[in-house]
């Protein structure tokens, strides 16, 4: 498939007519070479690839966008579609092919292409697809922008992030799951919901295992700076262990009901990644917790394994992870959770 760029070659034979359109003024300078010039490429136009896509195109994140997928016609299609609402959008330069060499030059690449699971298959064959596709995708990013960001959507993120890790070769501060962002967004959203305040004044992580095995950091939940279990406790206010429990449940559950309800999940995923796009891109060192090589920290030391931690993300990718205190119990989970991780790892024989 061909690529159409956004540009200005409107004249017959494909003739650029912006010099007769526009005369220059005197005594200019060439363009800086400093100025920065940001691209994204986004791999998967699917429902998630494309709220990623139209997320990051909304929030004006990139000046270029690029998209990768293996199926023709829907790729020129959601290119079409893009660039035909150019007039309300920033301007951004999109394109779109079969072909890696789309994304040479990226500063950030997203991973969202993955198999479909086929009726009665076991999610380790499933997982086992998913590594054949990645095996021939990751390599040509690598390739074509050897200094650029990967960023993972791709389930089971946390697994495909370390996959990702080892075809590419990069640094590990490169490489990045999407997580638990979401998750903890959806943590937020549920305690403020119990407490009617905003989520933005909630401070909740999920950690571990973006699954069933994560673990809601409960010891370190905080609403408006006020630490929830400690002022609980220092005002005698008494709370069921069974209450948080349940909370949690409703996390892990909450996709699975969107899925049921709608077929897919799509725009919570695309907001979650278009925030951690602006926080690598334009270098704001914020924490989310995300996928990241995890050895070595909180006692997890029995092989290497990503899974998501509260990390201070920038321009570099990972810039490190947050020293967050967990009880012996968080702790205790947090391990189970990477073995859980790395026990799936075993058996693709990794």
Not at 14 to 31: C, E, R, V, Y
Not at 127 to 132: A, S
Not at 172 to 199: C, E, M, P, Q, Y
Request: glycine fraction near 8%; hydrophobic fraction near 40%.
């Amino acid at each position: 498939m061909h690529k159409i760029p956004s540009s200005s070659s409107l004249g017959p034979g494909g003739l650029d007519l912006a010099p007769s359109f526009f005369k220059a003024i005197q005594n200019t300078s060439p363009p800086s070479p400093t100025k920065r010039h940001t691209k994204i490429s986004v791999i998967g136009v699917g429902n998630v690839g494309m709220a990623i896509a139209q997320t990051i195109l909304t929030q004006d994140l990139v000046d270029e966008l690029a998209l990768v997928d293996a199926n023709s016609d829907k790729l020129q299609g959601e290119m079409l579609d893009l660039q035909h609402a150019a007039a309300f959008l920033p301007r951004t330069k999109i394109q779109a092919s079969l072909d890696y060499s789309v994304t040479a030059g990226s500063d950030l690449c997203i991973v969202t292409a993955g198999a479909r699971q086929n009726p009665g298959e076991s999610r380790l064959n499933l997982l086992q697809r998913n590594v054949t596709m990645f095996k021939s995708i990751i390599p040509p990013l690598a390739k074509y922008s050897p200094e650029a960001i990967l960023l993972i959507v791709s389930n089971p993120v946390d697994v495909l992030s370390y996959i990702a890790w080892k075809l590419s070769g990069f640094p590990a501060n490169r490489i990045i799951g999407s997580g638990t962002n979401l998750d903890s967004s959806r943590f937020r959203f549920l305690i403020a919901d119990h407490l009617d305040v905003s989520a933005q004044d909630v401070q909740a992580y999920i950690v571990g295992e973006h699954g069933d095995s994560s673990v809601a950091l409960w010891s370190s939940i905080s609403v408006g700076g006020v630490p929830i279990l400690s002022f609980l406790e220092r005002q005698q206010i008494a709370y069921e262990k069974e209450t948080l429990e349940k909370i949690h449940k409703e996390v892990v559950e909450s996709a699975y009901e969107v899925i049921s309800l709608k077929g897919y999940t799509s725009w919570a995923i695309g907001y979650s990644a278009a925030s951690l796009a602006r926080t690598i891109l334009r270098n704001q060192r914020r924490i989310h917790p995300v996928s990241v090589l995890a050895t070595t920290f909180y006692g997890i030391d029995e092989g290497e394994v990503f899974l998501s931690l509260p990390a201070q993300l920038g321009r570099s990718g990972v810039l490190g992870v947050t020293n967050v205190h967990l009880s012996d119990e968080e702790i205790k989970q947090l391990r189970e959770s990477a073995k859980t991780i790395m026990e799936v790892q075993d058996q693709l024989g990794i």
